[in-house]
């Protein structure tokens, strides 16, 4: 589940478009230095996502057609499912790690200390 703001940053007052969590299909990574996000596709790491799925005992097939259940391989943990994640994602051009708890940022100043403003606010996935 995501969910797409506007956020204000509290140190410049820089406003912004922000998402924060995935969706479905894919997860979603901030920079770990400038706040850059990316999204890593399930189907990149498809192998790691139906170990995980094995793994965490969910009983349903997942929308995109993922059925841990019918995993073959070795289940894996949700913690390594996002080490795994992290490793694909890679390095930032800023020369930043992708991180699944890395804070938002402001693109103008990169102070973390960011709000959702509240004024508009879409639910996606
Ligand atoms: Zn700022
Ligand atoms: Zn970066």
């Not at 992708?98 to 402001?106: G, I, N, T, V, Y």
Request: proline share 5%.
């Amino acid at each position: 589940m995501g969910r797409a703001y506007q956020a204000v940053c509290k140190s410049c007052g820089h406003t912004f478009p922000a998402s924060e969590g995935g969706g479905f299909s894919f997860e979603s990574l901030r920079c770990d230095q400038c706040g850059e996000d990316t999204a890593v596709s399930h189907n990149d790491v498809w192998e790691s996502y139906l170990a995980m799925l094995k793994g965490g005992n969910f009983a349903f097939p997942e929308p995109d057609g993922a059925d841990g259940r019918t995993y073959q391989g070795e289940p894996i943990t949700e913690g390594e499912f996002r080490r795994r994640v992290e490793a694909k994602a890679g390095i930032c051009s800023c020369g930043g790690q992708f991180k699944f708890d890395a804070p938002l940022r402001c693109p103008a100043c990169r102070s973390a200390s960011v709000a959702d403003d509240g004024t508009r606010e879409i639910m996606f996935d």
